[in-house]
């Protein structure tokens, strides 16, 4: 079956840089759309990036420029690099995926991970 491992997080400065990864299996991910979504204590979920299948790319307003969404199909591997933290960047940090892009983009992912924490504090 589809499963999806998140790993990476921990805690950074303001201003620092963290890698995020989500191991995929059960499926490849040069065939299904994939995201990552965050969500920080007392607010809804929110998407951070998002990858389709064809590799096209978009992002939130909030993280454009600072963040950048990638895949190793290889490794079977999604990426997000996060440079210039914020501490409004906290939050627990979701990797998701689907055949269907626009179920991504519109955070109704069939398959989700179990998250990993980002904290950004001085």
Do not use: H
């Amino acid at each position: 079956q589809v499963q999806l491992a998140e790993s990476g997080g921990g805690s950074v400065q303001p201003g620092g840089s963290l890698r995020l990864s989500c191991a995929a299996s059960g499926y490849f991910v040069s065939t299904y759309s994939m995201g990552w979504f965050r969500q920080a204590p007392g607010k809804e979920r929110e998407g951070v990036a998002v990858i389709a299948d064809d590799s096209s790319t978009s992002y939130a307003a909030s993280v454009k420029g600072r963040f950048t969404i990638s895949k190793d199909n290889a490794k079977n591997t999604l990426y997000l690099q996060m440079n210039s933290l914020k501490p409004e960047d906290t939050a627990m940090y979701y990797c998701a995926a689907d055949n269907a892009r626009s179920r991504v983009v519109g955070g109704l992912a069939r398959y989700w991970g179990q998250g990993t924490q980002v904290t950004v504090s001085s």
